[in-house]
């Protein structure tokens, strides 16, 4: 993603957090306005709603996407707070600055609202519940993967990781950077993080009683991807969901459920006619044409699926040897490292699965590796 650690894919292929299980992002040609002083001072968005930038550490980011854009909305008595940045020293520095240029205590800050579990949104929530009493809320489907990552236990996740990406065709040589990778990104997840709210479910009002907040589950960046729809003012914080000029990575594993890029078109079906003035995303800059962007979105998927489908012609293959085949919007193939071979890979599991849910392509097993291959009309 940067230039100390070149992580193209945000946490898989298209969309995140780079570091193992973050979100990475396809780069698209962006098109919006911009607000040039959201990383230096914090932005009144509407009266009562602040957003402001939290960097990523030294070394990681793009020009267009340098930190996570965090939200303060105004409660009752106090404010909610809207995903928060990695568990670090220099970010949280660059939060505790945000809240005195606006004069917020941070003690005063009642709900920390977790889009998704990568840790450039989950990261810091512990130390701020820490600092303030806040009250930690995210979705089960994502707190069920994230409690691997914040846990004590030495052997995490990684190493299951690791035997299923193999099944895939990834060659076992290939898989020692993106292990070392990942596993500093644990590094960067909230330790020991329980949170204090799990919704479950499609919808869930959050914050104060009637304060018109409502959870709306978005499945396909992560399992339990949430994003905050303000009804009254009809705001959109959409976390990695829906983003102006990149693509949320959809990034399958062995602990997320099958066909998530399903999921995820599904889900952007889900919020494209929602009364939205105004997008509040994660990454990059807010927008204004929410039922747009999610068409442009729906599209890119579209022509990344009959790329698959003309690549599997000539005769199954397994991801590893399917994903070269598929033009990556981050680069050609032989320019990758390990690490974002890897999570193009997982991406294009992503569309295969899409295919075989709607009958074009079937899976077949070739000595041990898992294998896709069309299917014949009619079949």
């Known amino acids: 993603m940067g230039s100390a650690i070149r992580l193209l894919f945000w946490d898989n292929g298209a969309g995140g957090c780079a570091l193992g299980l973050g979100a990475i992002l396809e780069w698209h040609q962006p098109q919006v306005w911009s607000v040039s002083t959201m990383d230096k001072v914090p932005v009144e968005v509407v009266p ?42 220099h970010p949280y520095s660059a939060f505790r600055r945000h809240l005195d240029t606006l004069g917020v205590p941070i003690e005063d800050i009642r ?10 949104h989950s990261g810091l929530a512990g130390r701020i519940r820490s600092a303030s009493g806040a009250r930690v ?27 299923w990406a193999k099944t895939l065709g990834v ?40 304060g018109g907040l409502r959870a709306i589950l978005t499945p396909g960046h992560s399992p339990g991807h949430v994003c905050l729809y303000d009804e009254e003012r009809k705001l959109l914080f959409s976390g990695d969901h829906v983003l102006v000029g990149i693509t949320p990575h959809i990034s399958p594993s062995h602990l997320t459920s099958y066909n998530q890029l399903g999921q995820y078109l599904d889900a952007l079906r889900k919020v494209r006619d929602l009364e939205v003035d105004m997008v509040l995303p994660a990454h990059q800059r807010p927008f204004n044409y929410l039922a747009r962007r999610v068409d442009e979105i729906l599209d890119h998927h579209r022509v990344r699926l009959e ?46 699965e899409l295919l075989e849910s709607r009958g074009r392509v079937s899976a077949i097993e070739d000595e041990g590796l898992n294998k896709f291959r069309l299917c014949s009309p009619g079949q």
């Open 111 to 120: 709900w920390v609202f977790v889009t998704h579990y990568h840790p450039d």
């Open 48 to 89: 009562g709603v602040y957003m402001f930038e939290v960097p990523f550490l030294p070394g990681l980011g793009q020009d267009d996407m340098t930190g996570t854009l965090c939200y303060l909305i105004k409660q009752q008595d106090g404010w909610l707070l809207v995903d928060t940045g990695y568990n670090h020293d």
């Open 137 to 163: 809320i995210m979705h089960m489907d994502d707190w069920s993967i994230m409690q691997y990552a914040v846990g004590a236990g030495e052997v995490w996740t990684l190493d299951g990781l690791v035997e």
């Open 307 to 352: 790329e698959m489908i003309t690549a599997l012609t000539d005769r199954p293959m397994s991801p590893w040897e399917l994903a070269p085949r598929v033009t990556w919007d981050v680069g050609s193939w032989d320019d990758m490292d390990a690490t974002n071979r890897v999570l193009a890979v997982r991406e294009t599991l992503a569309h295969v």
């Open 171 to 210: 060659p076992a040589n290939e898989l020692g950077q993106f292990y070392d990778t990942a596993s500093f990104g644990r590094t960067l997840f909230p330790s020991g993080l329980e949170p204090d709210v799990v919704l479950e479910g499609e919808e869930n009002p959050v914050g104060d009683v009637g």
